[in-house]
């Protein structure tokens, strides 16, 4: 319930293959510049290695060349997507696992819970469930982005490397990510059914609806190409639970990254 706007710079890499990748865009992982440190409820987090990998799913048929200057492609492809799958992303934690799982159906994945007790409960927190739903259509985009996140407590400033950074998993969508923590530690009243409302955020990111390809000089030539104009202002968004990081009460945390002009 408290929004902490963000600044910085995620650097990521397209590549088009049609050969392996058809008329799709691979986005490629790449130690870059990172989120700015944020201060909030006393503390600052510190962001540092950025990485992703995933895809932007092109056309369902296209035709894609590569030539010269002067428009005349030396190689052309007749490419098809073969990305398919879903783009919807629940994910969903219980803090206090000992009064059963509230964390409801069947996932389609889990990642580990906590491995230290919160401070109201006398087990870990319970694993990371993630449920995947829907179905990608062209122009929409999936990467997985890996974030290492500590806090520090001022006056202390935001080091190039910490041996208490938390490896936090990311899942950017341009469709729906919710994420709730069940049963989350306040800080003030014990976790458990009777602690109040669970945490819930939710993020919608911003088909990239102007993926097309682009012509190379020449209009009437098939060397055409995507290039990053046609990512431009597309938003992704993701989120990820924080059960009871640290000393901080529990946590959910949603981003929006925002392809640049």
Do not use: W
Not at 198 to 211: Q, W, Y
Not at 231 to 238: M, T
């Amino acid at each position: 319930s408290t929004p902490a706007a963000l600044s910085g710079e995620v650097i990521q890499e397209y590549c088009q293959f049609p050969p392996f990748i058809g008329c799709d865009v691979a986005i490629v992982g790449n130690p870059a510049r990172s989120i700015d440190p944020v201060t909030f409820l006393g503390n600052t987090a510190c962001t540092t290695n950025v990485r992703a990998s995933g895809f932007v799913k092109g056309p369902n048929t296209c035709t894609v060349g590569y030539g010269g200057p002067n428009g005349s492609p030396a190689t052309i492809f007749n490419a098809s997507s073969f990305f398919s799958g879903p783009k919807d992303i629940s994910i969903c934690q219980d803090v206090e696992p000992g009064n059963g799982n509230d964390c409801s159906g069947s996932p389609t994945f889990q990642l580990p819970g906590g491995t230290t007790p919160c401070g109201c409960s006398t087990a870990p927190p319970g694993p990371i469930n993630v449920s995947l739903s829907g179905s990608v259509i062209t122009g929409d985009a999936v990467s997985v982005q890996a974030l290492q996140i500590h806090t520090v407590s001022p006056p202390a400033a935001c080091s190039g490397t910490t041996s208490d950074a938390t490896f936090v998993p990311l899942f950017f969508t341009t469709g729906a990510t919710t994420v709730e923590l069940k049963d989350p530690d306040t800080g003030v009243n014990p976790c458990g059914d009777n602690c109040g409302p669970n945490l819930t955020l939710s993020e919608t990111g911003g088909s990239f609806s102007s993926l097309q390809l682009n012509n190379n000089v020449n209009p009437n030539s098939l060397s055409v190409f995507m290039d990053s104009s046609d990512l431009a202002s597309a938003a992704s968004g993701g989120g990820f639970p924080g059960a009871c990081p640290a000393t901080l009460p529990s946590l959910v945390t949603a981003f929006k990254i925002v392809c640049g002009p």
